[in-house]
């Protein structure tokens, strides 16, 4: 439900959308589960120190 409600999230910047992960990993980001979209995620989680 997390998961759907963040994919469906207009503005994943301003809404930090990109702080919810996967107990299996990093998990997607707004609906992308692969690609540029997880580089971002993985740049602003590691900009914040959270990784």
Request: hydrophobic share 50%; charged share 15%; proline share 6%.
């Amino acid at each position: 439900a997390v998961g759907q409600a963040c994919g469906a999230n207009p503005f994943p910047l301003i809404v930090p959308c990109h702080r919810v992960t996967s107990a299996a990993g990093l998990g997607g980001f707004a609906n992308a589960r692969e690609g540029w979209l997880l580089e971002v995620k993985r740049w602003l989680l590691a900009f914040e120190g959270a990784l």
